[in-house]
């Protein structure tokens, strides 16, 4: 069945440095990717999205782009800051058009000052 | 305007207790979802609502939780006999409803079965 595939946390960095979030996927036909953001104390948001094969969901400074090729869609961003601690969720929507979204594990992010 | 609401914000009950967990979708969405997330997991699907009708409720993990979107708004979740193993953060989402339309998140309520 579909899968979300994600680096396990917690990753600590620290601010302005660069930040990859390693995600991968399995799944039939072409699912939509996506980011979401849990920030503490808040709900689910979503970060970015992608519909399609090369696509580049980008939002506050991140980016990711869907690659079918690799089944990925890391996430990215150049220069971190403290408000950007967060747990990170990637997620794919099932290709049936039910409109399901599996997500995976979460990765929790910690910036330093 | 208005998110995504949930009531309560956190429930704790007995084991074998019966639960309800309301939500309330963004107003004209016509989308719902249920997922549950436990401690340190991704949120999983429980079921999804087009309208009044439960399109698929495939992620149910047993007879014991049902839902009902009656007039195809607020949504309530109603969990029978609970067990410990119910405890996590039950999260609503609505969606206007067409394929890979932005889901939007309710805050969740936290439920604790002791």
């Not at chain 1, 709900?43 to 990711?64: H, P, R, V, W």
């Not at chain 1, 990925?72 to 961003?77: A, G, R, T, V, Y």
């Not at chain 2, 639960?19 to 436990?38: F, K, M, N």
């Not at chain 2, 087009?50 to 309530?76: H, I, M, W």
Request: charged fraction near 20%.
């Amino acid at each position: 069945g579909n899968s979300v595939t994600q680096m396990e946390g917690p990753v600590t960095l620290s601010e302005e440095a660069f930040l990859t979030i390693n995600c991968t996927y399995t799944a039939t036909g072409y699912p939509s990717l996506f980011w979401y953001v849990q920030y503490p104390g808040e709900g689910l948001q979503l970060l970015l999205k992608a519909t399609k094969a090369d696509d580049k969901g980008s939002n506050k400074g991140f980016e990711a782009t869907y690659r079918k090729e690799t089944t990925s869609f890391h996430l990215e961003k150049g220069s971190v800051q403290v408000s950007d601690s967060a747990v990170y969720f990637c997620a794919l929507s099932s290709t049936n058009r039910d409109d399901k979204i599996i997500f995976g594990k979460g990765t929790r992010l910690h910036i330093l000052p | 305007g208005a998110g995504v609401s949930q009531t309560p914000s956190n429930k704790v009950t007995e084991k074998g207790k019966y639960v309800e967990l309301r939500c309330d979708p963004i107003s004209g969405h016509t989308a719902l979802y249920w997922y549950r997330q436990s401690l340190g997991q991704g949120p999983e699907f429980l079921i999804y609502f087009q309208g009044t009708g439960a399109a698929d409720d495939s992620g149910l993990p047993n007879d014991r939780f049902f839902a009902v979107r009656p007039e195809g708004s607020v949504s309530t979740l109603k969990i029978q006999r609970t067990e410990r193993g119910d405890s996590a953060v039950y999260l609503c989402a609505s969606s206007f409803g067409e394929f890979t339309d932005t889901q939007y998140f309710g805050p969740g309520t936290r439920l604790t079965v002791l």
